[in-house]
């Protein structure tokens, strides 16, 4: 395998519904092989199965430890994590794996397989000693993220390693059952990757060529225990299914962060006034949830750090008479870079889009006969309460960008404000350093600027069908 390609070894016990979803979001597993991971699992599944009754019956007597093989309800919540994970909970999903057990103690300092100072400089691990390098990690409960641990654990792995004997063992001998534990080394620019299995082998991949070693228990268990730290919360980076490769893993830097959009708050001329929330949209405003759609709508896509957030309200369009109002929200950055080249960097630019506070005058104008006072039409609306109302038009998306942070957005045209948003919520992608993400309602989706790049203005199917039309409906009150 060259280390530059797909590397699904980590799904190899992943269920059947934690790989669809995973499918559904990347398209990087084919059918042939989600079967094959299916199959295996349910296998592993059946067998782990008889052995817990068995040992519950009495059946069986256990000695000794096998540091590499977890119970089974382990080997569930790994899988509900991913799941978890993978379907927008972020690094929230990572809180259920903060006080696991049953995973194997690892003194790393105890040197009891070598006599007391005989061989206390000797490394002989065949790929060196790794104890300076960047090391990152991906197992079962948490891919496609990626854990990178610290300078003080990769030293502590690394002793271990170093003080192991690796024996050549057959490379191409099967992969043994069980979950691996997947580690990748960045010693000085020069990348690889190990693979524990649960039998005390690794394999070893580096520029394409795999060797196959046989190492102590120890050293397995290191690597298990490492990969799979009790705490995870803050120490997980973001990573395509197509980058988990000896080289691709380190094209993100960035932590998951705690959040990529936030719920806007209510603005401080507004507080103590009666908010009533509509949704989900303008009815000549269109929600394309796909980037896909949003790309090929769109005339470039402008990436820039969000400085300031503003509602302004623009009248004689949208619903009703002429003297109605339409809420806009307008996005203020300093741009990073473009796809189309209309703007540059250092550029002060607006990007708008449609929804954000407006008041119930605005809003209905001359349509509901606001002339003061109570209104014949049985309304019984007062002047006081029509300028102490407002509405809240809260458009399909998943909130607002956060200010500091740097995003690309889909914009078609120009305005007087700025450059008109395409997709809504879904047209904005959080940038995480080398990588692009979308949230929607299936989870994250990741892209890489070159896939936009292609995106862009791309003509679609003739029969292709715009997004969906909404009317504005009432959602909720808050006072």
Request: glycine fraction near 10%; aromatic fraction near 10%.
């Amino acid at each position: 395998m060259d280390k530059n390609d797909l590397d699904l070894r980590a799904l190899e016990n992943a269920d059947n519904e934690a790989i669809e979803r995973m499918s559904e979001s990347y398209k990087a597993v084919a059918d042939s092989d989600r079967d094959r991971l299916f199959e295996r699992s349910v296998r592993l599944f059946n067998e782990r199965t008889d052995e817990i009754s068995d040992t519950e019956s009495g059946s069986t007597v256990v000695s000794g430890v096998e540091p590499y093989r977890r119970p089974l309800w382990h080997k569930l919540l790994a899988a509900a994590s991913a799941l978890l994970i993978v379907a927008g909970l972020g690094a929230g999903g990572a809180v259920m794996l903060k006080n696991r057990k049953n995973r194997p103690d690892v003194n790393f300092n105890d040197s009891s397989e070598t006599e007391a100072g005989s061989e206390a400089a000797a490394v002989n691990a065949p790929f060196g000693d790794i104890s300076e390098a960047r090391v990152r990690f991906t197992s079962p409960a948490y891919v496609p993220y990626l854990y990178e641990a610290d300078a003080d654990e990769v030293r502590s792995l690394a002793e271990v390693f170093n003080r192991s004997q690796w024996e050549e063992a057959d490379a191409d001998a099967p992969r043994p059952d069980g979950e691996s534990a997947l580690v990748y080394v960045n010693s000085g620019g020069q990348t690889f990757s190990l693979e524990f299995y649960g039998d005390n082998t690794v394999a070893w991949e580096n520029g394409g060529a795999v060797n196959r070693y046989r190492v102590s228990e120890e050293a397995s268990a290191a690597a298990y225990s490492a990969a799979n730290p009790e705490e995870l919360q803050g120490r997980l980076i973001w990573s395509r299914i197509e980058d988990l490769n000896a080289d691709g893993v380190w094209k993100n830097n960035e932590p998951v962060p705690e959040k990529i959009f936030e719920e806007p708050a209510v603005p401080e001329e507004l507080k103590g006034k009666t908010i009533k929330v509509y949704e989900p949209l303008y009815e000549f405003a269109f929600n394309f949830s796909g980037i896909e759609e949003d790309a090929a709508h769109s005339d470039n896509i402008i990436i820039g750090r969000v400085d300031n957030i503003y509602d302004y309200v623009v009248s004689g369009i949208g619903r009703g008479t002429g003297a109605s109002g339409t809420a806009y929200t307008v996005i203020e950055i300093t741009v990073t870079g473009d796809i189309s080249g209309v703007v540059s960097a250092g550029d002060k630019v607006a990007v708008e889009m449609i929804g954000g506070y407006i008041s119930m005058r605005d809003l209905n104008g001359d349509t509901l006969g606001m002339r003061g006072g109570k209104y014949g039409d049985g309304s019984n609306i007062t002047d006081e309460e029509i300028d102490n109302t407002y509405y809240y038009i809260k458009c399909e998306y998943n909130g607002l960008p956060i200010v500091g942070k740097e995003y690309a957005f889909c914009v078609n045209g120009k305005s007087d404000k700025g450059y008109p948003l395409v997709g809504q919520g879904y047209g904005m992608l959080y940038k995480c350093d080398n990588i692009y993400i979308q949230q929607n309602a299936d989870g994250f989706r990741y892209y890489e600027l070159g896939e936009l790049e292609e995106l862009l203005g791309t003509e679609l199917p003739s029969d292709h069908i715009p997004g969906e039309s909404y009317e504005m409906i009432e959602k909720a009150s808050v006072e």
